[in-house]
C-alpha cells in the first residue's frame, strides 16, 4: 500500500473518531440535560424536546439542505469536503446511545461535553474538514459579503442558544452560552497546540 493510500485512510480515521466524539458529546451530555449549544445539532435538539423529532434524522435532513446550498452557492472541493462529515454525523448520532454519564449535575456536564465536542471540532479543522450543517452559511455569507466566517457562525449559534428560552428553559440557555464559550477555548486551545507540533 503506497503512502498516499495509508495518509488518505489515516485521516479518515482521525476524521470517524473526531465525529464520534461529536456525536458522543451530544448524546451523553447535551441531549440528556437539553441544552442545545448551538449549530445544526443544537437545533435538532431543540427539534427533539419540542416535537420529539429524533436528533439524528434533524441533523441529517439540515446537513443535506446545507449541501445543496454549498453546490450551488460554493466551489466544489469545498462541498465534496462537506459531503462525509454531513453524512457520516447523523450515523454516528443514531448509533451512539443516548445516556446521562453524570446524572444530578447539568453545570460538570455541559462543561464536560462541551470541551469533548470542541476537541472533536478542532480535530476537524486541523484536517480542513467539517462536520457540514451551520458552517455552510457563514461560507456563503463571506462569500458573497465578505463577513468574517466566525462573526456568522456566532450570530447563527446566539440565535440557536436563545431557542432554549422557549423550549427548555432559562438555565439550559445560560448553559448553552457558557458551552459555547469553552468550545471555542477548547477548539483554539487544540489548533494552538496543533500549529506548535506542526512547525516543530
Known sequence: MTNKKLRIIAKIFIMFIALELIAFSLNMFFEPNKV?????????ILLYEGWSIPTSLSVFIINIIML??????LDKMTTVKLVFGSFMLPVLLYLTPVYNIIPGNRLVSIIVGSII????V???YTLDMSSGGTTVP????HKSFGIDKY?????????VCFGNIALTGFMSF???????GISSAAIKLVTII????ADA
Open 174 to 180: 445560560f448553559l448553552a452560552l457558557m458551552s459555547v
Open 138 to 141: 457563514p461560507m456563503i455569507i
Open 36 to 44: 442545545a449549544a448551538g449549530g445544526a445539532t443544537g437545533i435538532a
Open 122 to 124: 478542532a480535530i476537524l
Open 194 to 197: 496543533e500549529d506548535k507540533y
Open 117 to 120: 465536542f470542541g476537541i472533536g
Open 151 to 159: 462573526i456568522s457562525l456566532f450570530v447563527i449559534d446566539g440565535l
Open 68 to 73: 445543496i446550498f454549498s453546490y450551488f452557492h
